[in-house]
């Protein structure tokens, strides 16, 4: 198979230059944090918010749980992320076990809170498998969902995108066309489901951008915290792992912060070949641990706003 351009340009790009040299720090990042369920995860999710407020972030978002099973505990988070820690938030809301009316009154409670931004997510099975069934009287997927929430009001809105193909989409084609018909009713980005090979996104990309989508498209970046949590998200969301990746994680489960080197040294490498090829915005998946992240987003060349000042 010949190269693509956009391949012979990320390999020239990277190539060129000694791994993280010369990056300038000319992007745009997002974290993605999860609602804590005790407190001492509230005291490391509050630890994280800390550390990478510095970097200037442009949102954090905070997860929705299956079902809305952590409706209250999202809402508390994102209030108090946006009141205390200055930085702009964005609620996760999905249609799973609710009606039309609890959706949208959830999302006026965020609006009267000063919340304008939503990722609007069709959501999981409260049971966390088996086949989705849209509530009786509720939104049937996100496509309605991002058109009821700009009725509400005028959230800027955040969906999620595919390289790999939803696990319910019956091809690539129709998922494309999905994602064609989020942005038509009102998204203003999709963030990527996560993934480990640059080309699955740079190819991606390129399709979207021929089937009309002109809206920003974000890599979601997942820093890998165990292996085999990874495998099990990947398993769930179609995303594949490369053949070499379990090897470098051998070993490494008594070792943690072995395994924090060894999985910030892929995440970053994975950021530097997106950069190489274009990409200047980037989400991560902090898994409500920022150290990865930070080491990350400072290879890339970001500094803290104070010390750059």
Request: aromatic content about 10%; charged content about 25%; overall charge negative.
């Amino acid at each position: 198979m010949n190269p693509t351009l956009d391949q012979m340009h990320e390999a020239r790009t990277a190539l060129d230059s000694p791994l993280f040299e010369g990056l300038r720090g000319d992007i745009d990042v997002s974290f993605e944090f999860f609602p804590p369920k005790t407190e001492k995860m509230a005291q490391t999710l509050w630890e994280s918010v800390d550390t990478l407020a510095p970097l200037g972030p442009r949102f954090v978002s905070v997860t929705y749980g299956a079902g809305g099973s952590t409706r209250e505990r999202t809402h508390e988070q994102v209030v108090r992320i946006q009141q205390e820690a200055g930085i702009p938030a964005a609620a996760h809301l999905t249609c799973v076990a609710a009606t039309k009316e609890e959706v949208n009154e959830v999302a006026r409670h965020y609006w009267d809170e000063g919340i304008r931004h939503i990722v609007a997510l069709r959501g999981d099975p409260p049971d966390g498998g088996g086949h989705y069934t849209p509530h009786p009287g509720g939104y049937a997927n996100a496509v309605e969902l991002i058109a009821g929430l700009k009725e509400v009001a005028p959230f800027e809105i955040s969906v999620a995108a595919y390289p790999e193909v939803h696990p319910d989409s019956p091809d690539a084609q129709a998922d494309l066309d999905n994602l064609k018909r989020k942005f038509d009713a009102g998204a203003t980005r999709a963030i990527t489901q996560f993934f480990f090979d640059p080309q699955c996104f740079f190819e991606f990309r390129d399709k979207a951008a021929k089937a009309g989508i002109e809206g920003e498209i974000v890599p979601g970046i997942m820093p890998v915290m165990s292996f085999a949590a990874v495998q099990r998200m990947a398993g769930l969301c179609g995303t594949a792992i490369p053949h070499w990746m379990e090897g470098l994680f051998d070993g490494l489960d008594e070792r943690p912060a072995a395994r924090q080197l060894v999985s910030a040294t892929i995440a970053a490498e994975l950021c530097r070949r997106l950069y190489a090829g274009g990409v200047r915005q980037f989400h991560f998946y902090t898994l409500n641990r920022a150290e990865l992240s930070y080491a990350i987003c400072h290879m890339l060349g970001m500094r803290a706003k104070e010390q750059a000042a």
